[in-house]
């Protein structure tokens, strides 16, 4: 039986709760995971988790309603935690807003007054878009600044975050973790959800959207699962030494729209889209087809196609032990590389060289 202590992980089945539950577990903590609708914990690689005898308790609970939905027997174990790390919230855009402010928003509120009550440490996930839509580089330690925001998810992390400054103000030890857009595995680019900004990429290298309102020097920060995973699980770990910081969870360099175009055209199976001033983009002048993805997805995601933002990451370059991912292009190559491996991005057309075995009658059947 591991003999560290006791976290309450939040949103444990979810896709960064899940490798931050396999970290915790193996750096010998007990976990209470905090399972909502989806009963299993699935990590990364597809598989599920395998914890040591004794390590992990599973608990049923609803972080919109008081007590975390817990019954008694299971609050009485959530008030022992050591620590709670909080990743549970609503990730998908597009629903409705009372959802935001239900699950990221009171579910937050929920989850501060069990960390007050029993005086428990806590790590809170936020996001590094509660800075919305400024432009220019944006600091650990700055929230709101009165600015706008791209969507309802974002602006409920922002009064997530801020309840969570009034607790920490109040005398309750936090660290915060802003992740800027979680993707694949660093090394390998393999993930277990296909979602945020996948989609988006998908219908773009398919062909079925061309043209897309944004701009080529707007910067996108995609980071991997498991460097985010590390770090907030080192935050929980090493507690005393990050308590107090807000730590911005990103890769050292962004992508620009430009180097997402370039990386795309490198794959012959891929079609590139255009990106135009939204003042000359037009949703009714696009074809049927092209208008529905717009409607659906695209326009879920404009506002990631504008922003020219940095995140400053010097507090978790000064905290952490995990070496900051390098992002950009290469990295971008390894998640389209498994998108392509799994099927996803649809099948690899044969480079040149196999195309002219192909041609000349070695490649397959006549
Ligand atoms: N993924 C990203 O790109 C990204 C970027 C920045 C920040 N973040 C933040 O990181 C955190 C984790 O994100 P993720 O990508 O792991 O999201 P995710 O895969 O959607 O996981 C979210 C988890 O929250 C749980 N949950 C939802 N409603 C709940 C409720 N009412 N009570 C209890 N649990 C509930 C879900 O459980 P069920 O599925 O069973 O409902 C799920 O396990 C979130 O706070 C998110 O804002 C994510």
């Known amino acids: 039986m591991n003999g560290g202590p006791t976290v309450l992980v939040t949103g444990a089945g979810g896709f960064l709760g899940a490798e931050v539950t396999a970290r915790l577990l193996a750096a010998g903590h007990r976990v209470l995971a905090l399972l909502h609708r989806n009963g299993d914990i699935v990590r990364n690689s597809g598989k599920r988790l395998k914890a040591p005898q004794g390590s ?10 008081p007590g975390l939905g817990l019954d008694a027997e299971q609050l009485r174990l959530a008030a022992g935690a050591d620590r709670i790390v909080h990743c549970a919230g609503i990730t998908d855009f597009g629903l409705p807003a009372q959802l935001y402010q239900d699950v990221n928003v009171t579910g937050t509120e929920n989850v501060l007054t069990l960390a007050r009550t029993h005086g428990t440490p806590l790590v809170h996930v936020s996001t ?17 600044v009165g600015q706008r925001f791209g969507n309802t998810y974002e602006s409920s992390k922002l009064r997530a975050e801020t309840l969570v400054r009034e607790a920490a103000g109040d005398g309750l030890p936090v660290v915060v973790i802003r992740p800027s857009i979680v993707a694949g595995e660093r090394r390998t680019g ?39 995973a590390d770090l907030i699980a080192e935050a929980a770990t090493r ?31 891929f079609q590139v889209a255009r990106w135009v001033p939204s003042s000359v983009f037009s949703e009714d002048a696009l074809p049927v087809g092209e208008r529905l993805c717009h409607e659906r997805v695209i326009s879920l995601y404009t506002a990631y196609m504008s922003r020219r933002i940095r995140f400053d990451n010097s507090g978790t370059v000064a905290f952490s032990r995990f070496p900051v991912p390098v992002g950009g292009p290469p990295y971008l190559r390894k998640l389209l590389d498994h998108g392509l491996k799994t099927g996803y991005l649809g099948a690899p057309s044969p480079g040149t060289a196999e195309s002219v075995l192909i041609t000349a009658g070695e490649g397959g059947t006549a």
Do not use: C, M
């Open 56 to 65: 992990l308790t599973r608990l049923t609970g609803d972080i919109t309603r």
């Open 128 to 144: 590094a878009y509660v800075a919305g839509e400024r432009d220019g580089t944006v600091q650990e330690d700055e929230l709101d």
């Open 190 to 228: 393999q993930v277990r959800d296909y979602k945020t900004l996948y989609p988006v990429v998908r219908l773009i290298t398919k062909g079925r959207v061309r043209t897309i309102p944004g701009h080529y020097d707007a910067l996108l920060d995609l980071v991997p699962v498991d460097y985010v």
């Open 239 to 269: 507690f005393e030494d990050a308590r107090g910081r807000t730590l911005h969870a990103v890769a050292s360099r962004p992508l620009t729209l430009r180097d997402l175009s370039d990386v795309l055209a490198e794959y012959p199976s």
